[in-house]
C-alpha cells in the first residue's frame, strides 16, 4: 500500500507566476489535510477536504490560495502570484475513509516551494 | 484553539541513554495526540497515536504516555541509538486539525 504521495517534490517558481502542487492520498483514504512549514516555524493546518468538497479552509490566506479534491485524481493547492513569503514546505496528510475524530493521519514527503 | 509546546527545542545525548521528550498542550478536550519524527529536508512520519481514552501507546522502543488533565504527553525512547537523531513533533487534535509543537531535535553521540 503506497503511503501518501505528492509532486513535485522541489518546486522552484519566480515572483508572480503559478505554484501548483499535487497530493494523491493513501489508498482508501477519503480525507485529506494540507499543512504549510514556513522556514524555522512549526507546521500549520491549512485546509481540509473530502472528495468534491472543501470541509475547512480557515487556515488558508484569504488571497491567491486555493485547493480542490476532485472525483477523480489528486487534491491540488494552488497559489497564484506567488511572493518570496510563499517559500515554504507544504505537506499533504490523509486519513481513513471513515474520518471523523481519533483518525491517524499519514503524511506525504512535502513539497518545497523556493520563490525566486 | 488547541497550543502546543515542546520543550527542551534540542537534546543531545550519548548513545544508550533513553530519551524523554516533553510535550504540553493548552485544551484538555483533546481527542487525540500523535507523535512523529522529521529527518532534515523530510515528511514527517507517524510514531505512535494516543486516543483520548488511552492513557499510553507502545511500540518496539517508544512509549508515549498522555495526561489530559495536566495537559502533557511524553515520549521515552529507550537505549537510543545514533539513528534516532531527528526531529520530533508532537500534535494535537481536537477535531481534524492538527496542531504542531516546534518540535525537538536530538542528537544521538555515537
Known amino acids: 500500500n503506497a503511503g501518501v504521495m505528492q509532486n513535485p517534490r522541489h518546486l522552484v517558481r519566480r515572483r508572480g507566476q503559478e505554484a501548483r502542487l499535487r497530493c494523491s492520498p493513501m489508498?482508501?483514504?477519503?480525507?485529506v489535510y494540507w499543512y504549510r512549514q514556513l522556514p524555522e516555524e512549526g507546521l500549520k493546518f491549512m485546509v481540509y477536504?473530502?472528495?468534491?468538497?472543501?470541509?475547512?479552509e480557515s487556515g488558508m490566506p484569504k488571497e491567491r490560495f486555493s485547493a480542490e479534491f476532485p472525483k477523480e485524481g489528486p487534491s491540488i493547492l494552488r497559489i497564484q502570484q506567488v511572493v518570496r513569503g510563499d517559500s515554504a514546505a507544504y505537506f499533504c496528510?490523509?486519513?481513513?475513509?471513515?474520518?471523523?475524530?481519533?483518525?491517524?493521519?499519514?503524511f506525504g514527503p512535502g513539497t518545497r516551494l523556493t520563490v525566486l | 484553539k488547541q497550543e502546543v509546546t515542546q520543550i527542551p527545542a534540542a537534546l543531545s545525548v550519548p548513545e544508550g541513554e533513553n530519551l524523554v521528550l516533553n510535550c504540553s498542550f493548552t485544551?484538555?478536550?483533546?481527542?487525540?495526540l500523535q507523535w512523529f519524527r522529521q529527518d532534515p529536508g523530510k515528511g514527517l512520519t507517524s510514531l505512535l497515536l494516543?486516543?483520548?481514552?488511552?492513557r499510553e501507546q507502545t511500540s518496539g522502543r517508544l512509549n508515549a504516555s498522555l495526561d489530559k488533565s495536566s495537559g502533557r504527553s511524553t515520549l521515552y525512547i529507550a537505549a537510543s541509538q545514533p539513528g534516532d537523531s531527528a526531529t520530533y513533533l508532537c500534535?494535537?487534535?481536537?477535531?481534524?486539525?492538527?496542531?504542531f509543537g516546534a518540535g525537538t531535535t536530538v542528537t544521538v553521540r555515537a
Open positions: 496528510a490523509s486519513s481513513p475513509t471513515t474520518g471523523g475524530l481519533n483518525n491517524e493521519q499519514f
Open positions: 489508498k482508501g483514504h477519503s480525507h
Open positions: 477536504l473530502q472528495k468534491e468538497n472543501i470541509i475547512d
Open positions: 485544551d484538555s478536550a483533546i481527542y487525540n
Open positions: 494516543i486516543q483520548s481514552s488511552q
Open positions: 500534535a494535537g487534535s481536537n477535531d481534524y486539525k492538527l496542531s
